[in-house]
């Protein structure tokens, strides 16, 4: 298959407008179109300024609040599991994960009689009263979770259940209420028509439909990312899944100037990433300030290749340790990252306090610097914030 040869601007275009960013594709109107067409959207509960997941939302959707989403969330239309980590997912795409929650159930069956009683009761709960919030399932004791040091139990033994009912399928998140999460039997909220098609469908099939949903939230693929189709797979199995899709023709090799690791695209993508190296279109003057779990940022290297911008979330590295802040944002500016936002959002005050950084590799002129401060209060009051206090 004859490769595409595009520069490192057409990919970086045609990668905004895939991802809705910067008013180069339009994802919206609301959040079910838009979750369709990201595949889905990655949750964190960490809220230094906003969760991870309005975030995204926000930087795509004008009209977006975060009551959208609660309400998307318990109406049934998506649901939670894990794509490239915990993710909002399109609810028609629940049998895709068959052969995940299959494989979490078979790892958890080994230590789940451990915890029978708590397992029994929180289902008969469950099956009794419908859903309820975690805070519902109190617990004294206390075991060594999913990120615990073995010799340190410190995870309530009710969670830890919780967790483990959730990650093999049995109950669901069916509704968000800020940080707290209510839980429901997976039977009781999932779909009848998305329960009968995961049973009717094999592992091979719901595997090889995960990982087509997966090169459709990338779009430019690169096959050494170890999260490829969202399946656990040696770099061989990778390499050997892009080489027979390339072989059918659904997917197409691409050169990107001065870009040495391979990239491909989907076929039904392949014209449109060739318009924007046609059309030598110019940059756009939005500017976003991304989130570190943006759906942009997933592939860092893939960001360094085409934007030349290296990006480090330092939230787990030691304040003594750090460059800048905990949550640092990067700023872009039309198609490329031009700096950094370390933001702290004061809730009781209500103010928004913005540093922006200039990157060393693109110099701001007074424009830019005007533009990003404007962007940057706009940005503010979209938080909530009544009074926002830039610095550069």
């Not at 180069?24 to 960490?46: K, N, S």
């Not at 969330?73 to 629940?94: H, K, R, T, V, W």
């Not at 990338?218 to 490829?228: K, Q, V």
């Amino acid at each position: 298959m004859k490769a595409i040869h595009v520069s490192k601007k057409s990919a970086r275009q045609f990668l905004l407008a895939k991802a809705g960013l910067n008013k180069y594709g339009d994802i919206g109107p609301d959040i079910t179109t838009a979750l369709r067409r990201l595949e889905c959207i990655q949750l964190d509960p960490v809220a230094i300024i906003e969760r991870n997941h309005h975030l995204v939302l926000f930087n795509r959707l004008q009209n977006y609040t975060r009551a959208d989403l609660e309400q998307h969330l318990s109406e049934g239309q998506a649901f939670e599991y894990f794509a490239n980590a915990a993710c909002l997912i399109p609810m028609e795409d629940f049998p895709l994960f068959k052969a995940k929650r299959n494989a979490t159930k078979q790892a958890w069956a080994e230590k789940r009689h451990l915890y029978k009683d708590v397992d029994h009761a929180i289902y008969n709960e469950l099956a009794n009263r419908g859903p309820l919030p975690s805070k519902a399932f109190a617990s004294g004791k206390k075991v060594v979770g999913a990120w615990d040091h073995p010799t340190n139990a410190t995870t309530k033994e009710t969670s830890h259940v919780l967790r483990m009912l959730f990650e093999a399928g049995d109950i669901q998140v069916c509704r968000r209420q800020g940080s707290e999460r209510y839980f429901a039997l997976s039977r009781d909220v999932i779909p009848a028509q998305y329960q009968q098609e995961a049973e009717a469908i094999s592992e091979e099939e719901a595997n090889s439909r995960l990982l087509h949903k997966y090169l459709r939230a990338y779009r430019l693929i690169d096959e050494t990312d170890p999260r490829f189709g969202w399946q656990r797979m040696k770099a061989r199995e990778r390499k050997a899944w892009v080489d027979d899709l390339l072989a059918d023709g659904a997917l197409i090799p691409v050169d990107i100037e001065g870009v040495t690791r391979r990239y491909t695209v989907l076929q039904e993508d392949a014209e449109e990433l060739m318009a924007y190296e046609k059309k030598n279109e110019r940059a756009r003057d939005a500017v976003s300030f991304l989130s570190p779990l943006d759906n942009l940022l997933w592939r860092r290297e893939r960001v360094e290749d085409l934007f030349e911008f290296t990006y480090r979330w330092e939230i787990y590295i030691p304040p003594s340790q750090r460059r800048y802040g905990p949550y640092t944002l990067p700023i872009l500016h039309g198609d490329q990252f031009v700096g950094r936002a370390d933001p702290f959002f004061d809730r009781k005050k209500e103010i928004l306090s913005i540093t922006l950084y200039e990157d060393p590799s693109r110099q701001w002129s007074k424009t830019r610097a005007e533009r990003v401060a404007r962007a940057a209060r706009s940005f503010g009051k979209r938080l909530g914030a009544k009074a926002v206090d830039v610095k550069q």
